[in-house]
């Protein structure tokens, strides 16, 4: 038997689960188990038997050992799927009674590729809420391994109720570029842990305000891809402006709470948060996601905050039947009320003639050389082809343009010869009511 079972009680009635698959999943274990969360069973699952030894998780679940044989999957997650399904029935024992698992993983690699997605269809399978928490590789690790990446969330995405996909490239966003190497993969295990922590906390029970866990499966279950902010502030305006830090996170990759149909919101701060302090945070991130989500929070209190107060926000349901897209927004279109934007163009009625835009006409198209067989005593020909024809026809015998005869003429106004491009004025034209070489409409507006 490949399990070794913790004994630890947990103060939350629902049982929570977290399950780090291959390196990155352990080492966000490790992270989390170091950083003191609680209420939380933690699972290390991994093909690599000496990662998995060193690990701190009181279970330990060792996939594949016959295709692997404790060496790991080499980047290759055909192979960490192989092994996980040849473990299947230890990954069944280890997950029974489960009521959520978190399952946690880089993506890239091969037994979190490869493993993730099956220990997901397993936990579903007993009933659980299952929530999946990854990375996505730093852009210099190759496009290759990005396209493991992406085709491991996409299989993991099948067999989970909610995704937080956190890409590593945008911790770098907020690092000082003389950070260690070390730090900033300390950085990405942190990030893992407040999303995990942010959950978790909201229904463990150690905040001062609780939610049932029904009330959190009814808000992730069968929702698909989340997006997770995390934003932190002190100060006199600390509460605002930590839940505009959360709903600006570096993480969110610019992309807007809009249209998500449930939101979870954690609260954490010292004994000197006020009821005013939470009530403006929830508001301002209800007001961002819009009227029709379902939000539940919990706000927890936490010494070790003193005058900071910590805003975790988890919103879903972007990847549903009616596939709503996330839609990236700039600050500065966030920042203008849409009808504040249409306020500031004049009205028309005030708008003065000199700037009031005329009306688009477009004109008639002309094709040249197709006048050769047009008859110019033929009413029922445009009368701007029959005078193309007529000039072409003079122009071939040598023979001036004429003006029509003036009796009974209406002239028609032309520029002014010093107007005209090069000095070229274009001969007046008379119009006769009576002729009946004239268009039908000329002549009814003569008579």
Do not use: C
Request: proline share 5%; hydrophobic share 40%.
């Amino acid at each position: 038997m490949a399990i070794e079972l913790d004994t630890t009680s947990f103060t939350s009635d629902a049982r929570i689960r977290v399950v780090g698959v291959g390196g990155g999943g352990g080492n966000a274990v490790r992270t989390m188990i170091a950083r003191g969360l609680d209420g939380v069973e933690f699972i290390a699952a991994n093909t690599d038997r000496q990662a998995l030894m060193n690990n701190p998780a009181g279970i330990k679940l060792q996939l594949g050992k016959d295709a692997t044989r404790g060496l790991g999957a080499g980047a290759d997650p055909s192979k960490g799927r192989a092994s996980v399904e040849e473990s299947i029935d230890d990954v069944y024992d280890a997950l029974q009674g489960s009521d959520m698992i978190f399952v946690t993983a880089g993506m890239g690699g091969g037994t979190g590729t490869g493993a993730a997605p099956v220990i997901a269809r397993v936990g579903r399978e007993l009933g659980a809420l299952v929530v999946g928490i990854v990375t996505k590789p730093f852009a210099y690790e190759s496009k290759r391994r990005m396209s493991i990446a992406e085709n491991g969330i996409k299989d993991l995405r099948e067999h989970v109720d909610a995704l937080i996909v956190i890409p590593n490239q945008r911790i770098l966003t907020v690092v000082d570029k003389d950070v260690t190497f070390a730090n900033a993969l300390a950085m990405v295990d942190t990030v893992l842990y407040n999303a995990t922590k942010g959950i978790a906390d909201i229904i463990s029970g150690v905040g001062y305000v609780n939610v049932d866990f029904a009330d959190v499966r009814t808000v992730m279950a069968g929702m698909g891809d989340a997006l997770m902010g995390i934003g932190t502030a002190g100060g006199e305006h600390r509460a605002i402006e930590a839940a505009q830090n959360a709903l600006n996170s570096p993480i969110l990759e610019g992309m807007s709470i809009y249209g998500a149909q449930g939101l979870l919101v954690n609260i954490t701060g010292g004994q000197s948060m006020t009821m005013f302090e939470v009530s403006e945070a929830v508001s301002a991130i209800e007001k961002a996601a819009g009227d029709e989500v379902n939000l539940i929070h919990g706000v927890v209190i936490d010494e070790s905050m003193e005058d900071e107060i910590s805003i975790t926000v988890v919103a879903t349901g972007f990847r549903r039947q009616d596939e709503k897209k996330v839609i990236p927004v700039s600050s500065s279109i966030m920042s203008t009320p849409i009808i504040e934007i249409v306020r500031t163009a004049p009205e028309p009625d005030a708008m003065p003639d000199t700037y009031r835009p005329a009306a688009t006409v477009q004109s008639p198209t002309i094709l040249q050389g197709a006048t050769d067989e047009v008859d110019v005593n033929d009413v029922n020909v445009p009368a701007y082809i029959r005078r193309q024809r007529e000039n072409e026809q003079r122009l071939q015998a040598g023979v001036p343009r004429q003006e029509l005869p003036s009796s009974g003429s209406v002239p028609i106004v032309q520029p002014d010869a010093n107007q005209a491009v090069g000095g070229y004025q274009p001969p007046i034209r008379k119009v006769s009511g009576g002729s009946s070489n004239q268009p039908a409409f000329l002549r009814k507006i003569m008579d």
